[in-house]
């Protein structure tokens, strides 16, 4: 009889297409005491919503994405493959298609490119068979694969690191050499203080689908290529004749799942680190160990339970601070900004602000700030060149969103001499074809130059924040007078007037968000918002209590609605409305730079003082903008902790002004009922008078005649 432990697991991943009840998408069979076999159904081009593409190579690399979910479900890599087999349909009844022979067609380049990102270059076994039809007509490709899970036999296997259990090794009789107890198999004992892990710490040897939401189950926000892994971090389970371990272990594979967490979710907003496929060749370099563990850490906030987030935070911060001690580099100051811009978003705002003063020494030392830092390192590619510019920018534009978020430092590197180039486009970086780099003169003579220069996005965001820059001069020295005020309203008002078609939105032209624009265009409606609210006629103080991106700088006196509004006012209104409508562009608000919370504060903060004062038609409007405002930092801080403390305190004065408006509502009909009522009473007794003065007045003639 097969006990439950050996018997063959199936289950069908959400993120692939759910098959016919006629059999399951994936299967984990316990082949040994020490291995598992993972064999998936063929996969095809159909997509998770059920649609077809009638591109041959869009089937193909839709196929490949089910394959990498349906093993990431079962807790494989691609690097576990063992062997493939393609189905090509030889006659489609596209004439053109036909005329190419089937390993001809393009999916072979698709394919290797998967395996040289997924995989490392893993090149298994495969089987290409050309077929009359598959089970149906549009159906023109099918790949299927298995894999195979064993224990390696070292102290510990690779199963239970990756586990994060205990791995406990029985002697060989023969004596000779150790070998697991039971063949290999790795042996977990529970946890000596946690009851509950009793259960947790069951044997690992076959694959369970669980329904239930866990700590230990990887968030929604996770991207489809890696939803539905079984489990992320185990327990820690030590056996009573075991040290315990001050510390788990994070195997390369969880590392791997980190990186690809980072680069999907996080990446785009601080597009500074070398694309993943050019990272991955200096993987194993020392030099780039303290910016992997970083990305490690930011990676997990998006995917991971918060138990690991804050291990991997201990071992990111231990490894820049060693890094920064002992022998900083380039790749020392890219991992001191992406753990900067982590800490920062996830509320520890006094540490990143004393390590961006430090990443900004040890930049200047390094002389990042100047095109030779370069051409001076090894190894020298088109791509690194290009991050090293990157880095240097990313710190101007950082330096410049500390000092207009949180206005407790100051954008010391604004003045800073560079030669540095301008980053060029997303797409052109991440398929290193970079072309030669603009130069700051020709970002300075961009509107006056005869020539018809495009520049991109990242571009675009550094002219916002040399804007933010000026103005924060000027707030900072107390030098704001009208003439001034208006002439940096032109600087704003001449970024946004100016920009090409292409660049009015935050969208690529192919529909994808365009994350350098989207701050850019943030940057330009906060830093209105700084230059004009201080002579903006809107009553701030009930919002004084907000302070979770910066301190509150409300006015003490009393507040007095004004007879008309003046142009600061309608500045800051515009600028806030455009944050509200940024909220609502299409890209899950997780994307977007932590930054953006601080630009969500300030516009919460114009709608409430806006609201406190408003009344009528104009008061719904002014609500649901509040109302839509909460509604994206909620959505925010499931990743960063800074969204949810400014959601706490808006959602408090939002409570508060509602109370008042309702109060001030009941009371308005309970005067306007008092006031009818008395109305009524004054009526009869006036008509009362007035009869009785009739009738002493026909007494009277009555008496005379």
Same mark, same amino acid.
């Given at each position: 009889?097969?006990?439950?432990?050996?018997?063959?697991?199936?289950?069908?991943?959400?993120?692939?297409?759910?098959?016919?009840?006629?059999?399951?998408?994936?299967?984990?069979?316990?082949?040994?005491?020490?291995?598992?076999?993972?064999?998936?159904?063929?996969?095809?081009?159909?997509?998770?919503?059920?649609?077809?593409?009638?591109?041959?190579?869009?089937?193909?690399? *839709?196929?490949?994405?089910?394959?990498?979910?349906?093993?990431?479900?079962?807790?494989?890599?691609?690097? @576990?493959?063992?062997?493939?087999?393609?189905?090509?349909?030889?006659?489609?009844?596209?004439?053109?298609?036909?005329?190419? @022979?089937?390993?001809?067609?393009?999916?072979?380049?698709? %394919?290797?490119?998967?395996?040289?990102?997924?995989?490392?270059?893993?090149?298994?076994?495969?089987?290409?068979?050309?077929?009359?039809?598959?089970?149906?007509?549009?159906?023109?490709?099918?790949?299927?694969?298995?894999?195979?899970?064993?224990?390696?036999?070292?102290?510990?296997?690779?199963?239970?690191?990756?586990?994060?259990?205990?791995?406990?090794?029985?002697?060989?009789?023969?004596?000779?050499?150790?070998?697991?107890?039971?063949?290999?198999?790795?042996?977990?004992?529970?946890?000596?203080?946690?009851?509950?892990?009793?259960?947790?710490?069951?044997? @690992?040897?076959?694959?369970?689908?669980?329904?239930?939401?866990?700590?230990?189950?990887?968030?929604?926000?996770?991207?489809?290529?890696?939803?539905?892994?079984?489990? %992320?971090?185990?327990?820690?389970?030590?056996?009573?004749?075991?040290?315990?371990?001050?510390?788990?272990?994070?195997?390369?594979?969880?590392?791997?799942?980190?990186?690809?967490?980072?680069?999907?979710?996080?990446?785009?907003?601080?597009?500074?680190?070398?694309? /993943?496929?050019?990272?991955?060749?200096?993987?194993?370099?020392?030099?780039?160990?303290?910016?992997?563990?970083?990305?490690?850490?930011?990676?997990?906030?998006?995917?991971?339970?918060?138990?690991?987030?804050?291990?991997?935070?201990?071992?990111?911060?231990?490894?820049?601070?060693?890094?920064?001690?002992?022998?900083?580099?380039?790749?020392?100051?890219?991992?001191?900004?992406?753990?900067?811009?982590?800490?920062?978003?996830? !509320?520890?705002?006094?540490?990143?602000?004393?390590?961006?003063?430090?990443?900004?020494?040890?930049?200047?030392?390094?002389?990042?700030?100047?095109?030779?830092?370069? #051409?001076?390192?090894?190894?020298?590619?088109?791509?690194?060149? *290009?991050?090293?510019?990157?880095?240097? %920018?990313?710190?101007?534009?950082?330096?410049?969103? +500390?000092?207009?978020?949180?206005?407790?430092?100051?954008?010391?590197?604004?003045?800073?001499?560079?030669?540095?180039?301008?980053?060029?486009?997303?797409?052109?970086?991440?398929?290193? /074809?970079?072309?030669?780099?603009?130069?700051? *003169?020709?970002?300075?003579?961009?509107?006056?130059?005869?020539?018809?220069?495009?520049?991109?996005?990242?571009?675009?965001?550094?002219?916002?924040?040399?804007?933010?820059?000026?103005?924060? /001069?000027?707030?900072?020295?107390?030098?704001?007078?009208?003439?001034?005020?208006?002439?940096?309203?032109?600087?704003?008002?001449?970024?946004?007037?100016?920009?090409?078609?292409?660049?009015?939105?935050?969208?690529?032209?192919?529909?994808?968000?365009?994350?350098?624009?989207?701050?850019?265009?943030?940057?330009?409606?906060?830093?209105?918002?700084?230059?004009?609210?201080?002579?903006?006629?809107?009553?701030? +103080?009930?919002?004084?209590?907000?302070?979770?991106?910066?301190?509150?700088?409300?006015?003490?006196?009393?507040?007095?609605?004004?007879?008309?509004?003046?142009?600061?006012?309608?500045?800051?209104?515009?600028?806030?409305? *455009?944050?509200?409508?940024?909220?609502?562009?299409?890209?899950?608000?997780?994307?977007?730079?932590?930054?953006?919370?601080?630009?969500?504060?300030?516009?919460?903060?114009?709608?409430?003082?806006?609201?406190?004062?408003?009344?009528?038609?104009?008061?719904?409007?002014?609500?649901?903008?509040?109302?839509?405002?909460?509604?994206?930092?909620?959505?925010?801080?499931?990743?960063? !902790?800074?969204?949810?403390?400014?959601?706490?305190?808006?959602?408090?004065?939002?409570? /508060?002004?509602?109370?008042? #408006?309702?109060?001030?509502?009941?009371?308005?009909?309970?005067?306007?009922?008092?006031?009818?009522?008395?109305?009524?009473?004054?009526?009869?007794?006036?008509?009362?008078?007035?009869?009785?003065?009739?009738?002493?007045?026909?007494?009277?003639?009555?008496?005379?005649?």
């Amino acid at each position: 009889m097969v006990s439950e432990d050996t018997k063959p697991r199936v289950f069908n991943p959400p993120t692939v297409p759910t098959p016919p009840p006629t059999y399951s998408q994936a299967c984990v069979t316990p082949i040994l005491s020490t291995s598992k076999l993972v064999t998936l159904a063929g996969q095809t081009g159909r997509r998770a919503d059920g649609t077809l593409s009638a591109s041959f190579a869009e089937q193909a690399a *839709e196929a490949y994405k089910a394959v990498h979910n349906a093993l990431l479900a079962a807790g494989a890599t691609p690097r @576990d493959i063992v062997f493939v087999r393609h189905y090509i349909v030889t006659t489609t009844g596209n004439a053109e298609l036909d005329q190419i @022979d089937i390993v001809e067609r393009g999916w072979a380049e698709l %394919w290797t490119a998967y395996l040289d990102k997924e995989a490392s270059g893993h090149r298994p076994p495969d089987t290409v068979l050309g077929v009359a039809a598959l089970a149906k007509k549009p159906l023109w490709y099918e790949v299927e694969r298995q894999r195979h899970l064993k224990c390696d036999g070292k102290h510990p296997c690779i199963r239970c690191v990756d586990s994060e259990s205990s791995c406990t090794f029985v002697p060989s009789r023969r004596g000779q050499r150790t070998r697991a107890s039971r063949h290999g198999q790795c042996i977990t004992a529970p946890a000596i203080h946690s009851p509950s892990s009793i259960q947790q710490a069951k044997r @690992d040897s076959s694959f369970e689908m669980s329904d239930k939401s866990s700590e230990y189950l990887f968030r929604d926000t996770t991207p489809p290529t890696m939803q539905y892994l079984a489990e %992320w971090n185990k327990p820690t389970s030590v056996p009573v004749s075991a040290e315990p371990r001050s510390r788990p272990i994070y195997p390369s594979a969880t590392r791997e799942r980190c990186v690809s967490s980072y680069y999907y979710n996080f990446h785009a907003s601080h597009p500074l680190v070398l694309p /993943q496929a050019q990272l991955l060749p200096l993987m194993k370099e020392d030099a780039v160990q303290p910016l992997l563990a970083v990305m490690h850490w930011v990676g997990s906030l998006y995917i991971a339970p918060e138990t690991a987030q804050k291990v991997l935070m201990s071992i990111a911060m231990s490894a820049v601070d060693q890094a920064k001690s002992t022998s900083a580099n380039g790749f020392t100051v890219q991992a001191m900004i992406v753990l900067l811009v982590a800490l920062d978003g996830a !509320g520890h705002r006094e540490q990143a602000i004393a390590l961006l003063s430090r990443v900004k020494e040890i930049a200047l030392r390094l002389g990042m700030n100047y095109n030779s830092f370069g #051409k001076d390192c090894t190894p020298r590619s088109s791509a690194l060149n *290009e991050s090293w510019r990157r880095t240097w %920018w990313e710190l101007y534009v950082l330096d410049g969103m +500390f000092a207009g978020a949180h206005r407790a430092t100051r954008f010391t590197i604004f003045d800073v001499p560079t030669d540095v180039g301008i980053p060029c486009e997303e797409d052109e970086y991440e398929n290193e /074809q970079i072309p030669l780099p603009q130069t700051v *003169e020709d970002l300075d003579d961009r509107d006056l130059n005869i020539d018809d220069r495009r520049f991109s996005s990242f571009a675009y965001r550094i002219l916002s924040a040399q804007n933010l820059g000026k103005v924060m /001069q000027k707030l900072q020295a107390a030098e704001l007078d009208d003439g001034l005020q208006k002439q940096l309203e032109i600087l704003l008002t001449s970024w946004r007037q100016n920009l090409p078609a292409s660049k009015r939105d935050s969208l690529h032209r192919d529909g994808r968000p365009d994350e350098m624009m989207f701050q850019a265009h943030m940057l330009n409606h906060t830093t209105s918002i700084l230059l004009h609210r201080s002579r903006a006629q809107l009553d701030v +103080f009930p919002a004084k209590t907000i302070d979770a991106c910066a301190a509150s700088d409300a006015p003490e006196e009393d507040y007095s609605a004004p007879s008309h509004v003046n142009p600061h006012t309608s500045h800051v209104l515009f600028s806030a409305n *455009e944050i509200c409508n940024m909220i609502t562009h299409r890209t899950p608000l997780i994307w977007h730079t932590h930054f953006f919370i601080c630009a969500i504060v300030l516009s919460s903060i114009v709608q409430l003082s806006s609201w406190s004062a408003q009344l009528g038609a104009a008061e719904d409007s002014v609500r649901e903008k509040v109302r839509l405002c909460i509604g994206a930092l909620r959505q925010i801080s499931t990743v960063w !902790g800074t969204a949810a403390k400014a959601m706490g305190q808006i959602k408090e004065v939002a409570g /508060q002004i509602s109370l008042l #408006k309702k109060q001030s509502r009941q009371m308005e009909q309970f005067l306007i009922s008092v006031a009818d009522e008395e109305m009524m009473n004054i009526f009869e007794a006036e008509t009362s008078a007035m009869v009785e003065l009739e009738s002493v007045s026909d007494h009277l003639t009555r008496r005379v005649e």
